[in-house]
C-alpha cells in the first residue's frame, strides 16, 4: 500500500464539491487524514475564492490509476475539461506524493509542483504532516512552510463534513 498525500479545491459550489470529493474518497480509501480547509484567493486568473485542503490516505492503485480515478471523481462532479487551465472550477483533484516517488511516474510529476509554489498546498501540507520529509529535498513540510516566501493569502474556514469539525476560523 503507499501512502499519497492529494490536494482538493473547488472555487464553485465550494462545500458542496469539497464534501463530494472528501464522499468519494473515503468511498474509495476507507480513513482520511485531512488538514484544515482554507480559503484563498483565486491565482492567476480573477475569480471567486477557492476552498483547498489536503487529504491522506492510503492506496494499491498505481500512480497512472489513481490519477484516472481522481480525474472521474472530478468529472461526476462537473468538471469541465475545455476550460483554461487558469480558471474557475467545481472540483480539483492533483495527486502531491505517493510515497517516496520522485520523477515522472505513469506521466505525473512527483512531487507535484505546487508542494514548493503554492501557498494553498504547502500550508495544508505542514499542518498535516509537518515531520514528514518531502522526498525531493529531504526537508520536512514545516521547515518548508517555515521558509515559504511567497505572498498569499490564507485564512481557515468553518467546515464539517462527515458529522466532524475538519476546520474552524481562527478568531
Same mark, same amino acid.
Given at each position: 500500500? @503507499?501512502?499519497?498525500?492529494?490536494?482538493?479545491?473547488?472555487?464553485?459550489?465550494? +462545500?458542496?464539491?469539497?464534501?463530494? %470529493?472528501?464522499? @468519494?474518497?473515503?468511498? @474509495?480509501?476507507?480513513?482520511?487524514?485531512?488538514?484544515?480547509?482554507?480559503?484563498?484567493?483565486?491565482?492567476?486568473?480573477?475569480?471567486?475564492?477557492?476552498?483547498?485542503?489536503?487529504?491522506?490516505? #492510503? +492506496? =494499491?492503485?498505481?500512480?497512472?490509476?489513481?490519477?484516472?480515478?481522481?480525474?472521474?471523481?472530478?468529472?461526476?462532479?462537473?468538471?469541465?475539461?475545455?476550460? *483554461?487551465?487558469?480558471?474557475?472550477?467545481?472540483?480539483?483533484?492533483?495527486?502531491? +506524493?505517493?510515497?517516496? %516517488?520522485?520523477?515522472?511516474?505513469?506521466?505525473?510529476?512527483?512531487?507535484?509542483?505546487?508542494?514548493?509554489? =503554492?501557498?494553498?498546498?504547502?500550508?495544508?501540507?505542514?499542518?498535516?504532516?509537518? #515531520?514528514?520529509? #518531502?522526498?525531493? #529535498?529531504?526537508? +520536512?513540510?514545516?521547515?518548508?512552510?517555515?521558509?515559504?516566501?511567497? *505572498?498569499?493569502?490564507?485564512?481557515?474556514?468553518?467546515?464539517?463534513?462527515?458529522?466532524?469539525?475538519? %476546520?474552524? @476560523?481562527?478568531?
Amino acid at each position: 500500500m @503507499a501512502q499519497v498525500y492529494v490536494s482538493i479545491g473547488s472555487n464553485q459550489d465550494r +462545500t458542496r464539491y469539497i464534501r463530494a %470529493s472528501l464522499d @468519494a474518497l473515503h468511498a @474509495a480509501f476507507g480513513e482520511l487524514s485531512l488538514s484544515s480547509v482554507y480559503e484563498s484567493e483565486a491565482v492567476g486568473f480573477e475569480g471567486d475564492n477557492f476552498y483547498n485542503l489536503v487529504a491522506g490516505f #492510503n +492506496t =494499491s492503485l498505481t500512480v497512472g490509476q489513481l490519477s484516472k480515478m481522481l480525474k472521474q471523481i472530478e468529472d461526476e462532479n462537473g468538471r469541465c475539461r475545455q476550460d *483554461p487551465r487558469f480558471s474557475g472550477r467545481t472540483l480539483d483533484i492533483d495527486i502531491l +506524493t505517493y510515497d517516496q %516517488s520522485v520523477g515522472v511516474v505513469d506521466g505525473i510529476q512527483l512531487p507535484r509542483d505546487e508542494v514548493y509554489s =503554492s501557498a494553498f498546498v504547502l500550508l495544508p501540507m505542514a499542518e498535516l504532516i509537518p #515531520n514528514d520529509c #518531502n522526498p525531493e #529535498n529531504g526537508q +520536512t513540510y514545516a521547515s518548508m512552510w517555515q521558509a515559504y516566501a511567497e *505572498p498569499q493569502a490564507l485564512w481557515k474556514v468553518d467546515f464539517d463534513w462527515n458529522n466532524q469539525r475538519i %476546520s474552524m @476560523a481562527e478568531r
